[in-house]
């Protein structure tokens, strides 16, 4: 299983951008780059994926190094409801997705 | 799409007792997966199947744990003789594959105490 390292945690001000990384130095070169999160007594949701461009959706954005060796997770705008575990997965078609213990972030009123 | 449901929500055995639990993917989804999480951690992967076929099991899956997933449909995973160690939440993820990025979407899991 790919390897992927993010902070055990992490804090931020309520409606202040927040920036999350991840290392994955072995990535291979059709290695995906997923996160996901998971909010308190539910599973995890997904929030966004890339392999080498970077990505925009409407909950976040994904940050791909050029190398791919690390990426970074962005909230624009953290709100207490993205206060979650955010987890970072490398993923292969027809391979499984093995999840970290990842990055538990706070946001603070 | 009414997601991806388990059931129970929570479940209290006794020390030694089978236990099942059921989910049911979103309907045209083709892979479902079995995680395990423990307080602290990530969810540890279990076994996946696609369709029927179950492909993969995890090297830490005892014998005592069997998943079935008749016609392709929804899943049931099985623990006999249930040990304290076994107390975990139990996860259920599915997913489309055969596009060239697949998401796993979860239920919210079955929660499984062992006395």
């Known amino acids: 299983d790919a390897k992927t390292t993010q902070p055990n945690s992490m804090e931020s001000n309520e409606e202040e951008p927040v920036h999350l990384p991840c290392n994955h130095s072995?990535?291979?070169?059709?290695?995906?780059i997923h996160w996901y999160r998971q909010l308190p007594s539910q599973g995890p949701e997904y929030v966004i994926h890339?392999?080498?461009s970077n990505v925009n959706n409407r909950m976040a954005s994904l940050a791909i190094a050029e190398d791919r060796k690390s990426s970074t997770l962005i909230l624009h705008r953290a709100t207490l409801r993205d206060a979650a575990v955010y987890y970072c997965i490398l993923t292969n078609t027809g391979n499984q997705f093995y999840f970290g213990t990842g990055t538990s972030l706070t946001v603070i009123p | 799409d009414t997601g991806v449901s388990q059931n129970p929500r929570h479940k209290i055995t006794k020390r030694g007792q089978n236990v099942t639990f059921r989910c049911d993917p979103i309907s045209e989804h083709n892979r479902l997966y079995w995680y395990r999480q423990t307080l602290g951690q990530g969810p540890e992967f279990l076994t996946y199947?696609?369709?029927?076929?179950?492909?993969?099991k995890s090297r830490l899956l005892s014998d005592r744990f069997s998943a079935e997933r008749p016609k392709g449909s929804f899943s049931t995973l099985e623990i006999q003789r249930t040990e304290q160690g076994d107390s975990a939440m139990y996860l259920c993820a599915s997913s489309l594959v055969g596009t060239y990025d697949e998401k796993l979407f979860f239920g919210s899991g079955t929660q499984l105490s062992v006395l």
């Open positions: 199947f696609q369709n029927e076929a179950q492909l993969e």
């Open positions: 890339g392999l080498t």
């Open positions: 072995t990535i291979s070169g059709t290695d995906y």
